[in-house]
C-alpha cells in the first residue's frame, strides 16, 4: 500500500523559504503526478502545484513565482520549496498522488481529468515574523 | 480564474439522503472529484470522474455531474459520515477546489 511521508521544519521565519520534502515507500514514484496542497488552519484546501516524474510541472497560477518543486526518483522523494514566505503561508502541508488522463466518451469531445487518490498525513508549517 | 461554489453547510438526520452541491461554469464539461475530510485527517477521494468510487468506499455515496453543478449524494447518511467535503475540478492545468461544505449529521 503505497504511503506518503511529508517532512520538513516547522516553523519558518518571515521571508525565508519554507522546504519540504514527501517520502513515499510502498510503491515506485514513476509515471506519476505529485502533488502539493495545503489547508490554513480552519480554512479550504489550496492546491500548490504538480509535479511529474520527468521533472515537468504546473503550479497554481497565484503561487507560480514563489514555488518551486523537484523530484528525486532515486529516492522515491518529491519537494517543494516555496520562498519569500509570509504569515500567510501558515497551513497544513499535504503531499498527494495524482491520477490523470483523457477521455473521449462516443461523439463527444475530450475531457482531462486529474484527482489525488493517496494522501500524506500533513505537515504543519508556522511562519514566525 | 476558474470559481467553484459549494453550501458552507449541509444539515441531514441519520438515515436519511444528503445532498451537496458544487457550482461552476460548465462544470459539466470537466470531471469533478469529491474528498471527504474528518476533523483532524487528511483528505480521502470518496469520488472521481464524476461517479466513480475508489476501492473501499461505501456504496452510499455517489456523484454526479451536469451543466452547471456537481453533485455529492450520500444515501442514509451515517453518524461518521459527519466530515468536511470538497469537491475539486481540472481546469487550464490547474487543481481548482470548492470552499468545502460541512456536513452535520443531527
Known amino acids: 500500500q503505497v504511503h506518503l511521508q511529508e517532512s520538513g521544519p516547522g516553523l519558518v521565519k518571515a521571508s525565508e523559504t519554507l522546504s519540504l520534502t514527501c517520502s513515499l515507500s510502498?510503491?515506485?514514484?514513476?509515471?506519476?503526478?505529485w502533488s502539493w496542497v495545503r489547508q490554513p488552519v480552519g480554512k479550504g484546501l489550496e492546491w500548490i502545484g504538480r509535479?511529474?516524474?520527468?521533472?515537468?510541472?504546473n503550479y497554481n497560477p497565484s503561487l507560480k513565482s514563489r514555488v518551486t518543486m523537484s523530484v528525486d526518483t532515486s529516492k522515491n522523494q518529491f519537494s517543494l520549496r516555496l520562498n519569500s514566505v509570509t504569515a500567510a503561508d501558515t497551513a497544513v502541508y499535504y503531499c498527494?498522488?495524482?491520477?490523470?488522463?483523457?477521455?473521449?466518451?462516443?461523439?463527444?469531445?475530450?475531457?482531462?481529468?486529474?484527482?489525488?487518490?493517496?494522501w500524506g498525513k500533513g505537515t504543519t508549517v508556522t511562519v514566525s515574523s | 480564474s476558474y470559481e467553484l461554489t459549494q453550501p458552507p453547510s449541509v444539515s441531514v438526520s441519520p438515515g436519511q439522503t444528503a445532498s451537496i452541491t458544487c457550482s461552476g461554469d460548465?462544470?459539466?464539461?470537466?470531471?469533478s472529484s469529491w474528498y471527504q475530510q474528518r476533523p483532524g485527517q487528511s483528505p480521502v477521494l470518496i469520488i472521481y470522474?464524476?461517479?466513480k468510487r475508489p476501492s473501499g468506499i461505501p456504496e452510499r455515496f455517489s456523484g454526479s455531474n451536469s451543466g452547471n453543478t456537481a453533485t455529492l449524494t450520500i444515501s442514509g447518511t451515517q453518524a461518521m459520515d459527519e466530515a468536511d467535503y470538497y469537491c475539486?475540478?481540472?481546469?487550464?492545468?490547474?487543481?481548482?477546489f470548492g470552499g468545502g461544505t460541512k456536513l452535520t449529521v443531527l
Open positions: 470522474q464524476d461517479n
Open positions: 460548465k462544470l459539466g464539461d470537466k470531471y
Open positions: 498527494a498522488r495524482g491520477r490523470t488522463g483523457t477521455i473521449t466518451p462516443a461523439g463527444a469531445m475530450a475531457y482531462s481529468y486529474y484527482h489525488m487518490d493517496v
Open positions: 509535479i511529474y516524474t520527468t521533472g515537468s510541472t
Open positions: 510502498g510503491g515506485s514514484i514513476s509515471s506519476f503526478y
Open positions: 475539486q475540478a481540472w481546469d487550464s492545468s490547474t487543481v481548482f
